[in-house]
């Protein structure tokens, strides 16, 4: 019974003794070993050095593109703020304009109601 109450203790002792203890390094291959996922064909290469110069052009496309919308926004914009305050005035000369018409019509109708009285 004392003996499996004393198993862990001696286990770990054990442990920390080893731990202690220099560990071998794990040798490296040799330089001219070359590891068979690093191994690449020329074609491979070739590929996929024109893969990364076509994506390099698409990106550079894609930017151009992104800075001449950005500059047509801005122009936009600024046509924008130049026109609002003539947008302003028309709407404010067609409101002008409709509250006029509708004058005139009330006129309108007071007259050809004095003519229906006249003719009576």
Do not use: C, Y
Request: aromatic content about 2%; cysteine-free.
């Amino acid at each position: 019974m004392s003996e499996t109450f004393w198993e862990p203790e001696v286990e770990e002792q054990t442990h920390l003794d080893n731990r202690n203890e220099v560990q071998p390094e794990p040798q490296l291959p040799a330089p001219s070993a070359e590891p068979a996922a690093l191994t690449m064909s020329v074609d491979d290469f070739a590929g996929l050095e024109e893969r990364i110069l076509r994506a390099v052009e698409v990106v550079k496309r894609e930017r151009q593109a992104r800075a001449a919308a950005e500059e047509r926004a801005t122009d936009a914009e600024s046509k924008l703020r130049e026109q609002a305050p003539r947008i302003e005035r028309l709407e404010k000369e067609l409101h002008a304009l409709k509250a006029e018409r509708d004058d005139v019509r009330q006129r309108v109708e007071r007259l050809l109601a004095q003519l229906d009285a006249i003719e009576l």
